[in-house]
């Protein structure tokens, strides 16, 4: 297939990309790289140094044809959307809308687009929490997500295109920046190695931290794969079902370190504590039995092998 990967030189991004190529895929890329990395680039992939919501765009799908968009360009921090909501609906909004006007357009068979579980379903009161929990966002950055979705299924409707809405969790793994609320297990990594201390953020009553549920980019990349040829017209949670808390991400990503010959100071056994960021959800962990039955997917990496996999990453 040739597959359009917006977002294609971030962290997520690029590893979809290299997914599809590896796979024997046409890829094209789109990334303004606001965040994304040069490095990041697949070198067997035709890239395009834009914006999502370009006027411009245009041209590239009416030269390209891609058969499938994968749209992983987002503005990705939830902190960043309560400072600047216009931004955040500017890029994750209109960014879109965008996106499928060229899909429909020029032919587009499928969209696979990068949504957010935990943001969207907000305070659940059921975890682990299932697609079809009623969602509540709590930040704009999960309010566009939402809205995206809500727009793929006007398009179908209307038009006909196809779509698989992926509701990740908080992913981590190689290439992750220091950014958006997964971006800690980049903070912990950059902060530990230079010699300070992290800061775990938490409400009054969980002093050990927020609860999440980290999924590993490598499974994150099968989930992709699997979604172009299954899961047509569903919403579909990519996660581990296993709830952790900030603080047990810490240990972990401490204990790693520690196992290649790092961190060996006692004074990283006592990190910093800050109170919870506007945004900030208390608990959140995804059920992930409807990607089991659908796509056939279940996450391969448990928290210390995909932490294993990332220390190595950052190291090199």
């Not at 992290?198 to 099968?222: A, L, Q």
Request: with cysteine; glycine share 8%; aromatic share 10%.
């Amino acid at each position: 297939m040739r597959i359009l990967v917006t977002g294609g030189a971030g962290f997520i991004g690029s590893n979809v990309v290299d997914g599809f190529i590896a796979a024997g895929h046409d890829v094209i890329i789109v990334d303004n790289m606001f965040t994304g990395k040069w490095e990041n680039i697949n070198k067997k992939a035709k890239f395009y140094l834009m914006d999502v919501r370009s006027d411009e765009l245009k041209k590239v799908f009416e030269m390209e044809r891609p058969d499938v968009i994968d749209h992983h360009a987002a503005q990705m921090s939830v902190p960043a959307s309560v400072a600047d909501p216009h931004f955040d609906a500017q890029v994750n909004v209109l960014g879109a809308v965008n996106i499928l006007q060229c899909a429909v357009r020029y032919g587009t068979k499928k969209i696979i687009f990068a949504s957010t579980g935990g943001a969207i379903y907000g305070e659940a009161d059921v975890i682990p929490t299932a697609e079809t929990y009623h969602g509540n966002p709590l930040s704009p950055y999960a309010i566009t997500k939402q809205t995206t979705e809500m727009y793929l299924h006007f398009y179908a409707a209307h038009y006909g295109l196809n779509y698989t809405v992926l509701r990740y969790a908080n992913v981590y793994g190689p290439r992750q920046v220091p950014h958006a609320e997964a971006g800690v297990v980049a903070i912990f990594m950059e902060k530990i190695i230079s010699g300070g201390l992290p800061t775990i953020y938490h409400y009054e009553n969980d002093p050990d931290g927020m609860t999440r549920d980290y999924c590993c980019v490598k499974d994150v990349v099968r989930a992709n794969l699997l979604a172009l040829a299954a899961g047509d017209s569903q919403i579909i949670n990519i996660s581990t079902g296993v709830e952790t808390s900030t603080g047990q991400l810490y240990r972990t990503t401490l204990e790693v370190l520690r196992e290649k010959g790092n961190a060996k100071d006692a004074m990283f056994d006592a990190p910093h504590k800050g109170p919870a960021r506007a945004g900030d959800i208390r608990r959140s962990c995804l059920d992930n039995s409807k990607a089991s039955r659908t796509l056939n997917w279940h996450p391969e990496f448990d928290l210390k092998k995909g932490i294993a996999v990332t220390v190595e990453h950052f190291m090199a």
